[in-house]
């Protein structure tokens, strides 16, 4: 079986060299550049299955070299690795492409579940899913991570659409939020249940052309989802 490869972009030189011997450690493969102005030309010649990028670096911050990376492979998994929390934070991140965020500090087993469970989730076949969702007046083209209102098509991130699709799934009926937690992150610890959040107000966003949609929070339960 060939080692997962990893692109690694971390500017303090002891948590990388950690992190780089502890991954290769426990068999991936990984490579690891310290400054944002390197991270484009180490993402084309390693060719990597996952990239985890810190967000404050020389030169590029993580955010810009997720939108490069984007641009060039459009369903690259992308865990930014940061301090950042707040709530603009994690919005900026999704906007550019990110599908995760692991608070520093954190642990190695942490970081690993993280790195597995995006690359099962974005490796799913396509042939699994129904193709084309309609939601209202919306067309969810599931495989294509597409939503489309009329004449606009908008490109949604792997974890929008993973959410869109369990809330599709179970339309008018309430899915509690530990099952998506669990479906989509593989935890429901509460730094993804801030994840979520934001998510879910971004698909309401999204949604807004069609007053007949709503996602409804069931407080201490979950999400109702109304929908034709």
């Known amino acids: 079986m060939s080692k997962i490869k990893i692109l690694y972009v971390e500017d303090e030189p002891f948590l990388g060299r950690i992190v780089k011997e502890s991954l290769e450690s426990r068999n991936y493969e990984v490579t ?12 084309e010649l390693s060719q ?4 985890v990028l810190d967000i404050m670096l020389p030169y590029k911050d993580g955010y810009a070299i997720a939108e490069s990376i984007r641009k060039a492979h459009a369903g690259m998994p992308i865990i930014f690795v940061t301090a950042k929390t707040q709530t603009n934070d994690l919005l900026k991140g999704f906007e550019v ?3 995760d965020y692991l608070k520093k500090p954190f642990s190695m087993k942490e970081l690993i579940v993280r790195v597995n469970n995006l690359l099962k989730l974005t490796r799913q076949p396509a042939k699994a899913k129904q193709e084309v969702v309609m939601l209202g007046k919306y067309e969810f083209h599931v495989s294509r991570y597409e939503l489309k209102f009329q004449d606009t098509v908008r490109k949604l991130s792997h974890r929008e659409a993973s959410l869109l699709q369990i809330l599709s799934e179970h ?3 309430t899915v509690s939020r530990k099952d998506v937690l669990m479906h989509i992150w593989g935890d429901d610890s509460f730094f993804n249940s801030r994840n979520l959040d934001v998510y879910v107000t971004k698909l309401r966003d999204y949604l807004e052309g069609d007053p007949s949609i709503e996602i409804i929070t069931i407080k201490g339960v979950g999400y109702h989802f109304v929908t034709q």
């Open 97 to 99: 492409g990110g599908n």
């Open 171 to 173: 339309k008018n009926v």
């Open 48 to 51: 990597p299955d996952i990239c």
């Open 32 to 43: 690891m550049v310290t400054d944002g102005k390197d991270a484009q030309r180490a993402f």
